[in-house]
Nanobody, 123 residues
Framework: QVQLVESGGGLVEAGGSLSVSCAAS????????MGWFRQAPGKEREFVAV???????YYADSVKGRFTISRDNAKNTVYLQMNSLKPEDTAVYYC?????????????????WGQGTQVTVSS
């Protein structure tokens, strides 16, 4: 059974840092792009960051320069380090694995989703 299990997240003040991680199991994800989406209350789920199997990264403009995505293929794990957090970063963060063709990463490209982890940034 394929699973993506997020951990981390929580509550932090604006300007602070937080990290989330996602451990994949059930198959090897070495050839998959892995990354993160987020969904705030009342809003659509949106792309945050993605990392290709070889390590190339792409970010949403709203998080560029503040968030860093990385992966450990041997551990089937992807990480998201979030710095200089803003209240507008508050959302449920979802780990995702799928195909990334280098233009944009949308929900239709995702084969597997995690259950989500809450990140709350207080002002």
């Amino acid at each position: 059974q394929v699973q993506l299990v997020e951990s981390g997240g929580g509550l932090v003040e604006a300007g602070g840092s937080l990290s989330v991680s996602c451990a994949a199991s059930g198959r090897s994800f070495g050839n998959y792009a892995m990354g993160w989406f987020r969904q705030a209350p009342g809003k659509e789920r949106e792309f945050v960051a993605v990392i290709r199997s070889a390590g190339r990264t792409y970010y949403a403009d709203s998080v560029k320069g503040r968030f860093t995505i990385s992966r450990d293929n041997a551990k089937n794990t992807v990480y998201l380090q979030m710095n200089s957090l803003k209240p507008e970063d508050t959302a449920v963060y979802y780990c995702a694995a799928g195909v990334f063709r280098g233009l944009e990463w949308t929900r239709s490209d995702i084969d597997y989703w995690g259950q989500g982890t809450q990140v709350t940034v207080s002002s």
